[in-house]
């Protein structure tokens, strides 16, 4: 299954509401999960099962979705949430990754 | 405090093998199935495989497979991947992940920091 996330990166203000969308080849019901990776860590879970957000993230951040779309939401960039983002899919082998989404702040 | 501390990666010339190994601390290892992911330099994520909680079911990227062998020691709280016949193109940070009790319609709770392995001569 792949995933294609859009775009593939994005510049935007603090305060601003960002999304960003991955679209699955093929229907993966709900079983997809939003990633955050910081320059030099490892990846962070945010959300899983499409919309169920991480214990300790930020409810600024927010997911979507079933079947084959999906969207990740953050409703007021903060300047800590500069990442790139990944979407995962989990429903079926092999585990896919989107290709990632580079946010910058203006 | 879930803690993955991944150790065993360097460099190693084509065709030869490395061991990586994951040290898990903070929650019952057996409990939970596990998984390795890797991203090569500047690229993105890429799964590699993933094991069972008591390691009858495992499952491996088609990149790898017949090349690297994923295990686990439960009476170690140790998961590892066995690395052969490495090629170029697997240079990369390798991490491991804990996914729940099932990677398969689950999620990948908590990370290592990762470890690099390059593979050049």
């Known amino acids: 299954i792949q995933l294609t996330q859009s775009p593939s990166s994005l510049s935007a203000s603090v305060g601003d509401r960002v999304t960003i969308t991955c679209r699955a080849s093929?229907?993966?019901?709900?079983?997809l999960a939003w990633y955050q990776q910081k320059p030099g860590k490892a990846p962070k879970l945010l959300i899983y099962?499409?919309?169920t957000l991480q214990s300790g993230v930020p409810s600024r951040f927010s997911g979507s979705g079933s079947g084959t779309d999906f969207t990740l939401t953050i409703s007021s960039l903060q300047p800590e949430d500069l990442a790139t983002y990944y979407c995962?899919?989990?429903?079926?082998?092999?585990?896919?990754f989107g290709g990632g989404t580079k946010v910058e702040i203006k | 405090e879930v803690q993955l501390l991944e150790s065993g990666g360097g460099l190693i010339q084509p065709g030869g093998s490395l061991r990586l190994s994951c040290a898990a601390s903070?929650?019952?290892?057996?409990?939970?199935?596990m998984a390795w992911v890797r991203q090569a330099p500047g690229k993105g994520l890429e799964w590699v495989s993933s094991?069972?909680?008591?390691?009858?079911?495992?499952h491996y990227a088609d990149s790898v497979k017949g090349r690297f062998t994923i295990s686990r020691d439960n009476s170690k709280n140790t998961l590892s991947l066995q690395m052969n016949s490495l090629r170029a193109e697997d240079t990369a940070v390798y991490y491991c992940?804990?996914?729940?009790?099932?990677?398969?319609?689950?999620?990948?709770?908590?990370w290592g920091q990762g470890t690099l392995v390059t593979v050049s001569s």
């Open positions: 099962a499409a919309f």
């Open positions: 992940a804990e996914c729940q009790s099932a990677c398969l319609w689950g999620r990948f709770d908590y």
């Open positions: 995962q899919q989990v429903n079926s082998y092999p585990l896919t």
């Open positions: 903070g929650f019952t290892f057996s409990s939970y199935s």
């Open positions: 094991i069972s909680k008591n390691g009858d079911t495992i």
């Open positions: 093929q229907d993966i019901s709900s079983y």
